[in-house]
C-alpha cells in the first residue's frame, strides 16, 4: 500500500503540472481544480474546500461546466486506480446534491452517450493488488449508487437533495397507476444501496466511509420520498379496490421488497436511526393492501360463480321439456340430446 502510495502522489504532482502549462488559461483551472478533488491518495477523501473549488466552476458560463463533467467524467473513465475512481463519483455526487443548476444539467445528459450505465464501471477493477481488487467492489456499488440517483430523479420530477417545498403536494397528486410506479422506482434505488459490498471492515478506510455515509445521506431522502407516497397510499386504500389487480400486486411486492432491506440497511448504516415510524407505516400499509386484494378477488370469484351458474340455468334447466326432448341453446349452439333421463321432473 505504501508503494501505491507513493506512485500515486508522484502521479498526481506530474498530472496538475502538466494542466498548470495549458495554453488555454481556462482550461487550465477547470482540470486543476478536477484533479485536486480526486487525487490518489489511499484514505483521504476530497476536503470540502476542494469539492466548493469544483461546485465554483457552475457559476461561471455553460462552457465551464461543461468542461468541468468533461474533464472528471474523463478521469473517471481513463482511471484504473479505486481511489481516484471512487473520489471522481464522489465529486459527481456532490455535484447532484449542491452543484448548480448548469452543472445538474450537464450530468444529467450525459447518460445519451453511455448506454445503460453510463458511468461505464459495471467492470471496473483495478488489479494493483488484492486490497485493491476489494476496493473496487466499492467503486461498482457506488457507481450504481450515483447512477439511480439520476434516475430517481427524472422519474419524480426533481432532484432528491432538492429543497422542493411541494413535494408532499406532489404525492397528493398522482394517480394511483403513478403512485405505483414512483414507489417501485424509489424502492429499486433502495435495494441498490442495499447491494453493498460484504466488505463491510473497509468502512474504516476514510474515503470509503465518506462514500457511505453519502449514500446515507440519499436513502434518507428517498425514505422521505417513500414515506409521503405510502402514506398517501393508505389514505386512499378504501378507494384502491378500483386499481386493478395488477397494480395492486406491484405496490405489494415493492412494500415487501422494501422491508426485505431493513437488516442490511440497519448493518450498511451502523443502526444510527432505527425509524420504527417508517417501518411500522410500511408494515401497516401493506397489510392494509394484502387485505384490499384479498376482498378483490373474493368479489371476483362471487361474481364468477353467480354468472356461471345463472348461464348454466339458462342453458340446460327448462322445466316443460319432456324426457328425451331435445334443448336448443340460446348461443345457437346446436342441439342438446339429453337422452332418457329428464331435465325436470
Excluded at 65 to 89: G, N, P, W, Y
Aim: one cysteine or more; aromatic letters at 8%.
Amino acid at each position: 500500500m505504501a508503494r501505491i502510495k507513493l506512485i500515486g502522489v508522484l502521479k498526481d504532482k506530474v498530472s496538475i503540472l502538466k494542466a498548470t502549462l495549458y495554453i488555454n488559461r481556462h482550461a487550465s483551472s477547470v482540470h486543476v481544480a478536477v484533479l485536486r478533488a480526486t487525487t490518489h491518495h489511499p484514505s483521504r477523501p476530497p476536503s470540502e474546500e476542494k469539492i466548493a473549488s469544483v461546485l465554483a466552476l457552475g457559476h461561471s458560463s455553460r462552457i465551464t461546466a461543461c468542461a468541468c463533467i468533461e474533464a472528471l467524467m474523463d478521469r473517471l473513465h481513463v482511471t484504473q486506480s479505486a481511489f481516484v475512481a471512487l473520489k471522481c463519483l464522489l465529486t459527481l455526487h456532490n455535484i447532484i446534491a449542491k452543484g448548480s443548476f448548469i452543472l445538474k444539467d450537464q450530468l444529467a445528459y450525459y447518460p445519451s452517450f453511455g448506454g445503460h450505465n453510463f458511468l461505464n464501471l459495471s467492470m471496473f477493477s483495478d488489479n494493483s493488488d488484492l486490497a485493491m481488487w476489494e476496493f473496487s467492489s466499492w467503486v461498482r456499488w457506488y457507481a450504481g449508487v450515483v447512477e439511480q440517483n439520476l434516475m430517481v430523479s427524472r422519474e419524480i420530477g426533481y432532484y432528491l437533495n432538492s429543497s422542493k417545498k411541494d413535494k408532499e403536494e406532489k404525492a397528493l397528486a398522482l394517480l394511483d397507476s403513478d403512485l405505483a410506479v414512483e414507489i417501485e422506482v424509489l424502492v429499486e434505488f433502495v435495494v441498490r444501496i442495499c447491494d453493498a459490498p460484504n466488505s463491510l471492515d473497509l468502512q474504516r478506510n476514510n474515503l470509503v466511509y465518506e462514500v457511505v455515509r453519502a449514500a446515507g445521506e440519499d436513502y434518507r431522502s428517498v425514505q422521505r420520498e417513500i414515506l409521503a407516497r405510502v402514506k398517501e397510499v393508505g389514505d386512499r386504500v378504501d378507494s384502491v379496490e378500483g386499481v386493478n389487480s395488477d397494480e395492486l400486486i406491484q405496490l405489494i411486492d415493492a412494500l415487501e421488497r422494501l422491508e426485505g432491506c431493513k437488516g442490511k440497511l440497519m448493518l450498511l448504516f451502523l443502526n444510527r436511526k432505527r425509524n420504527d415510524g417508517f417501518w411500522d407505516t410500511v408494515r401497516e400499509t401493506k397489510a392494509m393492501l394484502v387485505e384490499t386484494k384479498k376482498k378483490k378477488e373474493e368479489k371476483s370469484l362471487v361474481r364468477f360463480v353467480g354468472r356461471d351458474e345463472s348461464a348454466e340455468s339458462t342453458q340446460f334447466w327448462n322445466p316443460f321439456l319432456e324426457p328425451g326432448q331435445l334443448l336448443l341453446l340460446p348461443s345457437g349452439g346446436g342441439w342438446l340430446d339429453f337422452g332418457p333421463t329428464p331435465i325436470a321432473v
